[in-house]
Structure formats: C-alpha cells, structure tokens
C-alpha cells in the first residue's frame, strides 16, 4: 500500500456530537411554543384537581361524601346554606355551604363532580 491510501484524507472530519442532548432540545423548542406551554398549564391543572378530589372523597371517613343523602336539603341552589337545624353535625358540608348546590336526592354536588361520580346514583 502506498502511503498515500493509508493517510485520512485532509478536509474529512469525524460527525460532531451534538451540543444539547435530546431533552435540552425538547425542552427548548416547548419553552418558546406559547399554545404548548398554556396546554401543559390546562393539563396539570385538570390532573392535580383530578388527585385532590379523589384523595378529598375516597377512605373510610372523607371530607366530602358523595354518597350521602339528605332528603331535607334536596335541590338547593349553589352557594346555599344547610339548614342547620334538620341536619345532624355528621350531615353539615364541611365548607359550611354547598359549593354546587344538591342534587334531587340533597347529595352535595360539589363531592360529586370532586369524586367523578357525576350523573351517578
């Protein structure tokens, strides 16, 4: 071989690595997408209310129990008052208001929707 086949060629260089990793990229380009960044907002909203009402009305002693019935209270207007002196202190909301109102049953419907159960029995 002569050595002209064994030298690397002048002006042929080894690909350079990139200079941002992959995520840096990402991360870059989401960063100057306005639409991309109001939507991740949207979403972790909605998915941190989603976690905080299942853990505010699931176990064995919620703060809002979607299931209870409360005849005397039934179909009351949003932000009303219960009617202290028919409720035992168990049955009162503990906001001290109904949030959404109750449904033709007196089920809070803020526990509902908190819970997931809309539109359930």
Not at 57 to 68: E, V
Request: glycine share 8%; hydrophobic share 45%; charged share 20%.
């Amino acid at each position: 071989m002569s050595p002209e086949q064994t030298a690397p060629a002048v002006g042929l260089e080894e690909p350079l690595a990139p200079k941002r990793a992959r995520f840096e990229e990402f991360w870059r380009l989401f960063r100057r997408n306005r639409m991309a960044l109001a939507g991740m907002v949207v979403f972790a909203f909605f998915f941190f209310s989603a976690v905080i009402g299942l853990a505010l009305t699931s176990g064995s002693r919620p703060l809002f129990d979607p299931s209870q019935v409360r005849l005397p209270e039934k179909l009351l207007p949003p932000l009303s008052a219960p009617h202290i002196e028919v409720l035992k202190p168990e049955e009162r909301p503990p906001l001290g208001v109904y949030l959404f109102g109750t449904d033709d049953l007196g089920r809070d419907v803020f526990a509902a929707h908190a819970a997931g159960r809309v539109g359930c029995p």
